[in-house]
């Protein structure tokens, strides 16, 4: 009896420990796909030219349903600055997640963004393109006249037949 109580006890632990842990997890995921939309958009990979932040909001929306997230546009901001040319883009989204434990519920406030300073991120920066203003390392041909090294490699010894192989 005292082990049934106890595999009881431990099942009920580890299904309470996973409702409080799944959500959890899937909100890093979330979050990283968020990050990752607003990087391909600044780098204009894989996405056409969005009509207005709507757009951008509705394909948010559907990441959140591939993991059974319910989201409203209004949970979702976003912010875009910069040209045309180098776009800066900003998605923050604000939802909860209800953990029914049974005898106990609460709610879970989740707050992933594209910036990546969520738990686990440690980058506070924006998902952007290069600055145009930071100067590209000069190419080899556009350098300075250098004095090329003049050294020749090493002559190497031929083998003493003693060592080759037989063929």
Not at 4 to 13: D, H, K, Q, Y
Not at 58 to 66: D, L, R, Y
Not at 82 to 98: C, E, K, L, M
């Amino acid at each position: 009896m005292k082990y049934v109580f106890g595999i009881a006890v431990a099942v009920a632990l580890f299904t309470a420990g996973w409702r409080i842990v799944e959500p959890e997890v899937i909100n890093v995921i979330f979050q990283d796909e968020v990050r990752d939309t607003a990087a391909q958009l600044g780098w204009r990979t894989g996405f056409t030219g969005l009509n207005s932040d709507e757009d951008l909001r509705n394909i948010i929306i559907g990441k959140a349903k591939k993991h059974q997230i319910a989201l409203d546009s209004k949970q979702i901001m976003v912010r875009h600055s910069g040209t045309p040319q180098s776009q800066v883009w900003f998605i923050a989204v604000d939802y909860r997640v209800n953990v029914d434990l049974l005898v106990y519920s609460f709610a879970l406030h989740f707050n992933p963004n594209s910036n990546g300073d969520g738990k686990f991120w440690g980058s506070p920066e924006p998902a952007r393109l290069p600055s145009p203003a930071k100067p590209l390392p000069k190419s080899i041909d556009q350098r300075p006249d250098q004095t090329r090294n003049t050294q020749r490699a090493p002559k190497l010894k031929e083998i003493p037949p003693s060592l080759k192989r037989p063929q």
